[in-house]
């Protein structure tokens, strides 16, 4: 017997729901960028369910042009010690970040 799929993701037993979900979660990143799409695309409404966290909401805001207050716990690569482009960085750290 074959196995049942959504997208390339296996369906354990046919049913996903309410135990097996975790192959369908997705990151921050790629909520933005379905939010971008969808906007582009004409949808009016975007909604999350199971699973969603407020990093998630956050991006949607984010990716809408809004800023949230949470906003401020929204990462800050700038200051990433090896991928930051901050210009204050410790020398050492932007002498990693070249090495790398």
């Not at 369906?11 to 960028?33: K, S």
């Not at 407020?54 to 949607?60: G, N, P, Q, T, V």
Request: glycine letters at 6%; a positive charge; charged letters at 20%.
């Amino acid at each position: 017997s074959t196995q049942s799929t959504w997208g390339s993701c296996p369906i354990p037993e046919d049913r996903p729901f309410p135990i097996a979900l975790d192959p369908f979660y997705v990151n921050r990143f790629e909520i933005h960028d379905f939010t971008e799409k969808a906007i582009e695309a004409g949808v009016a409404y975007i909604g999350l369910c199971c699973g969603a966290r407020s990093h998630h909401i956050r991006a949607i805001a984010l990716a809408l042009g809004r800023t949230p207050p949470s906003s401020k716990y929204a990462p800050d690569m700038s200051k990433h010690f090896a991928f930051g482009t901050a210009k204050n960085l410790s020398k050492i750290y932007q002498e990693t970040k070249n090495k790398l």
